[in-house]
Nanobody, 122 residues
Framework: QVQLVESGGGLVQPGGSLRLSCAAS????????MGWYRQAPTKQRELVASIAIFGGNTNYADSVKGRFTISRDISKGTVSLQMNSLKAEDTAVYFC???????????????WGQGTQVTVSS
């Protein structure tokens, strides 16, 4: 099993920066990929960025390319999201996600953090 805890959310002004962190615990060596999703009020949850744990390959939503950077520290079991040039439309609850395999099978499981609020406003 994998447990995720997010931190780093807060209030920032447009154009500002914020760094989110996600700490994984449990069977961290079973994790294949981690990512950040966000959900704004009345909107569906969307993928913001993801990263493969082993190779480090990344994927970004078009709306955040060039502004957000996802990274991971394998030894610490953490994934971070550096958010620059923040816009009002980035306001949402941001959730950490992990894809991992079961200890005795090849079935892929999914874990979610509880979310951290990011508000971009003047």
């Amino acid at each position: 099993q994998v447990q995720l805890v997010e931190s780093g959310g807060g209030l920032v002004q447009p154009g500002g920066s914020l760094r989110l962190s996600c700490a994984a615990s449990g069977s961290i060596f079973s994790i294949n990929a981690m990512g950040w999703y966000r959900q704004a009020p009345t909107k569906q949850r969307e993928l913001v960025a993801s990263i493969a744990i082993f190779g480090g390959n990344t994927n970004y939503a078009d709306s955040v390319k060039g502004r957000f950077t996802i990274s991971r520290d394998i030894s610490k079991g953490t994934v971070s999201l550096q958010m620059n040039s923040l816009k009002a439309e980035d306001t949402a609850v941001y959730f950490c996600n992990a894809l991992w395999v079961g200890p005795s099978d090849d079935i892929e499981y999914e874990s979610w953090g509880q979310g951290t609020q990011v508000t971009v406003s003047s």
